[in-house]
């Protein structure tokens, strides 16, 4: 099945989504999105129906009255975005501009999904009084409207009556989860996903952070966290801590576009980690000592 996914967003997992359901156990019961953005991993996940239900949240409060339209009156939104997107004249500048303003004004999620179509790179950008500043991006003009409405209704059609949808700090969302549930938390790298008040975002820190994810180990509950990453021998973010147990996976982002344009040859890589829990439902520890034991053998033998 061709996953929708109608919310443009710089820093969606889109294309890795497949590769992190592989991490999936059977039988989740809610698959809850903390840092949703997009939600991508949602919408893959609902097309496999891998979870009974889905909890996605976002600080960014349009972006989750966004998620309500989509889910809840895909139609008027399809017919909103298609008034907008077609109303694009001569001077789309200007009319962009226009769509900003008033999205500041009203904060309309109509708009909002215009503006993530239109501006540079789908990413969310604020000024220091939480309006919206992100420029267009001359050479995107946006979904055509039929493309997008397809992508309005399959989201809908997968989510609609098993989607709860919220909007607060990612702490308050992973204290829900129980141990038949799953989490995928994907923080912003600092500076590359905006929430509504920029200042906002630091305070995604890696100390707190990490203690969230702690008290998640002491209470056995499954997650996975996409945190840092590498480019060729570069690393980007900074690693988890050992103390916390997780079984680090790599997956292949593709070949990074900078680094093509340098004249080099480098694959991005995203790190996956999985925390103990999912682990020993996954046999993924299991694994480990079993293969030692088995290597200790064939060494034996050989002497
Ligand atoms: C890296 S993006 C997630 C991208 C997402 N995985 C996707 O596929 O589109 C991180 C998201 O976290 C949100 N965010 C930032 N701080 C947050 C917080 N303290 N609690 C909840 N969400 C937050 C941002 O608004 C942003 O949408």
């Avoid at 303003?101 to 708009?111: G, Q």
């Avoid at 790179?121 to 050479?139: C, H, I, L, M, T």
């Avoid at 570069?234 to 093509?260: C, F, I, M, W």
């Amino acid at each position: 099945m061709k996953v929708p996914h109608p919310i443009p967003y710089q820093g969606s997992k889109r294309s890795l989504a497949s590769a992190i359901l592989d991490y999936f156990p059977e039988g989740v019961n809610t698959l809850l999105e903390p840092f949703a953005g997009s939600a991508a991993l949602t919408l893959a996940a609902a097309a496999r129906s891998v979870a009974r239900q889905y909890i996605i949240n976002d600080l960014n409060e349009p972006l989750m009255d966004l998620w309500g339209e989509i889910i809840n009156s895909p139609e008027k939104l399809a017919r909103q975005y298609e008034c907008l997107r077609k109303a694009q004249h001569g001077d789309r500048r200007s009319y962009y501009d226009e769509v900003r303003d008033e999205f500041n004004r009203s904060s309309k999620p109509d708009h909002f999904l215009y503006l993530l179509a239109r501006c540079v790179k789908a990413s969310v950008r604020y000024n220091a009084d939480g309006e919206f500043n992100q420029s267009p991006d001359n050479r995107r003009m946006g979904a055509l409207p039929e493309t997008m409405r397809e992508h309005i209704l399959g989201a809908s059609c997968l989510l609609r009556g098993k989607t709860d949808l919220l909007k607060l700090d990612y702490n308050e969302v992973v204290a829900r989860a129980t141990s038949d549930d799953l989490i995928y938390l994907d923080p912003p790298y600092q500076g590359v996903c905006g929430s509504r008040d920029p200042r906002y975002l630091k305070s995604v820190l890696f100390d707190e952070f990490v203690e969230v994810l702690e008290t998640l180990n002491h209470r056995d509950i499954s997650y996975l966290v996409s945190y840092d990453g590498r480019t060729g021998n570069r690393t980007h973010g900074r690693p988890l801590p050992d103390r916390l147990r997780l079984h680090l996976v790599e997956l292949k982002a593709g070949r990074s576009s900078q680094a093509t344009l340098l004249g080099r040859n480098e694959i991005t890589v995203e790190s996956l980690y999985l925390s103990p829990a999912l682990a020993v439902k996954l046999s993924l520890c299991r694994r480990y000592p079993r293969r030692a034991a088995e290597q200790l053998a064939l060494l034996e033998g050989a002497r």
